[in-house]
């Protein structure tokens, strides 16, 4: 079992539409979770983290954690073609020097 | 004014040579990373420095060796190159990963390919 598992997609979404990115872990000490977005070519940029259960709203981004069930997601409103990017789930542990391990990634295409 | 800068961008090298990769940070940041993303864009850390000291080394071959000479730069020199080293290597800093929830930066990432 991957440390970080997320479907590798692609996840397809009309624009206008809710995108919505799913990722689990398997290491219950864990302590924070981050999303980035990665477009072709180019370098992982961080999104949001989120290290308390519930929700957590950034602009039209909305992190959940659910650390009973051991599941990270996020929410895009209001899809938009410049959101197609691949995007990665990253688990920072607290034990091996609070090493950040990162998802295999979930390619998202939003369609104008 | 890039905020974590690697050179070079593109690097491509014979079987059994050896190369180098630099980075540098002006963020003043006390903790630096490579990670290695592979052709199915699986990210692995390789190392990691805080403040000049090695807090985590994974199982990568030694012909792998990191050396930060300051807390702003962290390199990466790779001996007797293989064809499984093809692949792109990042360099990131965050702030200390022990006081707290930080994200990383990561540089633009240097596309290594051997041949």
């Known amino acids: 079992q991957k440390e970080v598992e997320q479907n590798s997609g692609p996840l397809s979404v009309p624009e206008g539409a809710i995108a919505s990115l799913n990722c689990t872990y398997s290491?219950?000490?864990?302590?924070?979770f981050f999303w980035y977005r990665q477009y072709s070519g180019k370098s992982p940029e961080l999104i949001m983290f989120?290290?308390?259960?519930g929700d957590k709203e950034d602009g039209r981004f909305t992190a959940q954690l659910n650390k009973a069930s051991q599941y990270v997601s996020l929410l895009i409103r209001d899809s938009q073609p410049s959101d197609s990017a691949t995007y990665l789930c990253?688990?920072?542990?607290?034990?091996?020097?609070?090493?950040?391990?990162f998802g295999a990634g979930t390619r998202l295409f939003v369609k104008a | 004014d890039t905020a974590v800068s690697q050179t070079p961008k593109y690097l491509v090298t014979q079987m059994g040579n050896d190369k180098s990769i630099k980075c540098e940070q002006n963020?003043?940041?006390?903790?630096m990373y490579w990670y290695k993303q592979d052709s199915k864009k699986f990210l692995k850390i390789m190392f990691s420095?805080?403040?000049?000291?090695?807090?985590i080394n994974e199982t990568v071959p030694n012909r792998f060796s990191p050396k930060s000479p300051d807390k702003a730069h962290l390199n990466l020199h790779i001996n007797s190159l293989e064809l499984g080293d093809s692949a792109v290597y990042f360099c990131?800093?965050?702030?200390?990963?022990?006081?707290?929830?930080?994200?990383?930066?990561f540089g633009s990432g240097t596309r290594l390919t051997v041949v």
């Open positions: 990131a800093s965050s702030l200390p990963s022990a006081s707290g929830n930080y994200g990383y930066t």
């Open positions: 290491d219950r000490g864990s302590q924070s």
């Open positions: 989120i290290y308390s259960n």
């Open positions: 990253a688990v920072k542990r607290k034990t091996g020097g609070f090493k950040t391990i």
């Open positions: 963020l003043g940041h006390d903790t």
């Open positions: 420095y805080n403040n000049k000291e090695l807090i």
